[in-house]
């Protein structure tokens, strides 16, 4: 199903909170499960530490729980910010994931330009990459089913009734389906007929 183009400021379409904060709530879960799985790997397998984003190049202490906890919390300000870009911002998935990609590459430049060793900056890097794309990748599938036409208004300014989808134009057509003007038949739909009413010929 196809609409007419969005008019933001007219409050032709509004956003589905409800809907929304559910995916983000989901997303905040998905994120911490890959934070904790990803710490998990790191910890035990290759038996390197998760590098803070700071100068000091100190290890996250109790990395298991501070990083699955504030994998979540990214999540959740990252669907406050999403909701802010859908109702104030005509393409907000677009901002959207501009400001979620320039985050994320600050906070990775962030641990690379810390001290430590490069196996824990490399380590921390791609775990932190994975958090936010799944973060960005999630919220923009949310967003795409979290917003509809206004209740009061629809599409245009008028309550949507599936005439843009009938092949009608748009809203500007006044009659729906659309008829010949005076209610008289379309003179294309009618046959020519050289005769009269009497049968005679004109």
């Known amino acids: 199903m196809s609409y007419p183009q969005r008019s933001w400021d007219s409050g032709d379409v509004e956003v589905v909170a409800k809907r929304l904060w559910a995916g983000g709530v989901a997303t905040a879960l998905v994120a911490a499960g890959i934070a904790f799985v990803g710490v998990l790997i790191i ?17 996250v202490d109790n990395a298991s729980t501070v990083i699955p906890v504030a994998a979540a919390i990214a999540a959740l300000a990252s669907t406050a910010l999403l909701h802010l870009l859908l109702m104030t911002t005509p393409r907000p998935a677009s901002f959207f994931s501009a400001i979620a990609v320039l985050v994320i590459v600050v906070l990775i430049l962030q641990v690379f330009l810390a001290e430590g060793s490069i ?19 999630m919220l923009s599938g949310v967003s795409a089913t979290s917003v509809r036409p206004a209740a009061q208004g629809g599409w245009g300014g008028r309550e949507y009734d599936g005439r843009y989808d009938a092949g009608y134009g748009g809203y500007d057509q006044q009659q729906y389906p659309p008829q010949a003007p ?13 005769r009269d009413q009497r049968g005679q010929w004109r």
Not at 46 to 58: D, K, L, M, N, W
């Open 119 to 137: 196996a824990a900056h490399i380590a921390t890097g791609i775990l932190y990459a994975a958090i936010g794309i799944a973060i960005v990748s």
């Open 182 to 194: 005076y209610g008289r038949p379309d003179d294309r739909t009618q046959r020519y007929d050289p």
């Open 43 to 59: 910890n035990s397998i290759f038996e390197v530490g998760i590098q803070t984003a700071g100068r000091s190049g100190a290890l």
